[in-house]
């Protein structure tokens, strides 16, 4: 039965009137020419009405004249049935089609880039290149070019690049990059010496080419030859030199440091302004009435709003106002002293780099005048000294 | 049909133990309590109303008599009638 019903759902069945004087020949006629009817119920004398299939509708349009009967329907049910009335609905229809368009563009539109493995420079570069090949976000992916494409593309116009992976998953781009790191092939291997860019005294020397002209505890003054490229005395064999030479220096380090401090101090008290930026205009939106005397620190933060790269021109400003409490702190001499080495170490580190390290320091001087503590401080450092310097061989 | 034929029907369907309805061209009537009544092997549909439907067989007609009768369903040598059965009646022919 279920089956039937089905049936009828997808085929379409229609209800019918019959009027006629020979209404059972006629369904006797119809029936024998394999028609299916159902739920035939008598009206009267001249009527009947009954549920026949879409299909066989045919069958009795045929056969109406010949049993003087006269058809009208009174209503069709199912698919078929449906499927017209919502044809009919041209709004829906429309409603309809378009859902389906949007969802195929969304779903064709490229919505994301995600670059991996390269340095920002490198990234940026990367994302500018691929927005002139029109591969951006909010873009549709339809007409792009494909992602091997693209690759080669990249890796052509990018010569920074060693490798490029582009995949794209679904609405996203992923890219994991490779860069070259760049060996110096062309290194000047002109012939050349190595001298001292400072005074000092030498630690540790290490040629690699050239002949050596000081040894351990030398002392040496700045611009003195620490290797040739002469590689014996008074004959022409010259040749690059390479090599490291590590020497104690000295740097002495003047600080000037005050007894008392000033520090401001937040205390927890956080109050908030809101407005409303559009263009360049300003809207106090809340709390503007917040955050006035000068017992507070503000800090402001923007929204950003972009749709589809394109830059919104409303944004949210919220401003902090921290309640600031200024304290004064009085410090030891002894305290102010181990600040101060910090410091100045710390600032000679970064000064110097990183293969410089610093031995030992020492306090020459520690004085107190009007509030202020006077600090000389001697550091010994171990560094590379050797720099190189060409032989001009006058031609 | 002639007669001789009909006896030798009646003795092939005796001896071979076959259906009658299927051998002698009857309808069998099934009824479902009052309220079905299934028709197979009918020839036709003479005339139906409320109460009273009249089918067409072989060697005669079928008249059933009821309250609210209907045609539930209706095939080339089926009819399901539904409703209220009082009786089921054979009219053959002479």
Not at chain 1, 176 to 187: I, L, M, P, S
Not at chain 1, 327 to 334: E, H, L
Request: charged letters at 30%; proline letters at 3%; a positive charge.
């Amino acid at each position: 039965m279920t089956m039937k019903m089905q049936r009828d759902f997808f085929q379409g069945s229609m209800r019918i009137k019959v009027q006629g004087k020979m209404i059972e020949p006629f369904l006797q006629a119809c029936v024998r020419r394999g028609s299916v009817i159902s739920n035939i119920k008598r009206v009267n004398e001249h009527e009947a009405v009954m549920t026949i299939r879409l299909s066989e509708w045919k069958t009795f349009r045929q056969l109406r004249r010949k049993y003087r009967c006269k058809l009208s329907i009174l209503e069709g049910r199912g698919l078929p049935f449906y499927y017209r009335k919502i044809t009919q609905r041209k709004a829906l229809m429309a409603a309809f089609m378009l859902s389906v368009i949007v969802v195929f563009l969304l779903a064709n539109t490229l919505w994301s880039i995600k670059i991996e493995g390269l340095t920002p420079e490198l990234e940026a570069n990367v994302e500018k290149k691929l927005k002139t090949y029109g591969v951006s976000p909010g873009k549709m992916s339809i007409g792009m070019d494909d992602p091997n494409d693209i690759q080669r593309k990249l890796l052509d116009d990018i010569p920074e690049l060693l490798w490029i992976g582009v995949n794209k998953k679904g609405t996203s781009y992923q890219l994991y990059g490779v860069e070259k790191t760049r060996h110096d092939t062309n290194k000047n291997l002109r012939p050349s010496d190595l001298v001292a860019e400072k005074k000092g005294m030498i630690v540790k020397t290490f040629i690699e080419k050239g002949r050596p002209l000081v040894t351990v505890n030398d002392v040496v003054k700045k611009g003195q030859k620490l290797a040739t490229g002469q590689l014996v005395e008074d004959k022409d064999i010259l040749v690059h030199t390479e090599g490291e030479v590590i020497a104690e220096t000295w740097y002495k380090v003047d600080q000037n440091l005050p007894m008392n401090q000033v520090l401001l101090l937040t205390d927890g008290l956080e109050v908030r302004e809101y407005q409303l930026k559009i263009g360049s205009l300003t809207l106090p939106l809340w709390g503007w009435w917040e955050g006035e005397g000068s017992q507070f620190r503000s800090e402001n933060e923007e929204t950003n709003w972009e749709w589809f790269g394109w830059k919104s021109p409303i944004d949210l400003k919220a401003i902090h106002h921290y309640e600031v409490d200024g304290k004064k702190y009085a410090q030891s001499k002894n305290k102010i002293q181990e600040l101060g080495i910090i410091t100045a170490r710390e600032s000679l580190n970064q000064y110097l780099g990183k293969e410089a390290e610093i031995m030992k320091e020492k306090v020459l001087h520690l004085r107190e005048e009007n509030g202020k503590v006077k600090l000389i401080l001697l550091f010994k450092v171990h560094e590379n000294i050797a720099v190189t310097k060409y032989i001009s061989q006058g031609d | 049909m002639t007669k001789w034929q009909k006896q030798i029907r009646t003795w092939i369907g005796r001896y071979f133990d076959l259906p009658s309805d299927v051998m002698l061209d009857l309808p069998r009537i099934t009824t479902i309590g009052s309220i079905h009544v299934y028709i197979e092997n009918h020839t036709g549909l003479l005339h139906f109303s409320d109460n009273e439907v009249r089918i067409q067989y072989k060697r005669g007609q079928v008249k059933i008599i009821g309250k609210d009768l209907g045609v539930k369903m209706m095939l080339k040598e089926e009819l399901l009638l539904e409703g209220e059965i009082k009786s089921v009646e054979f009219l053959p022919e002479a």
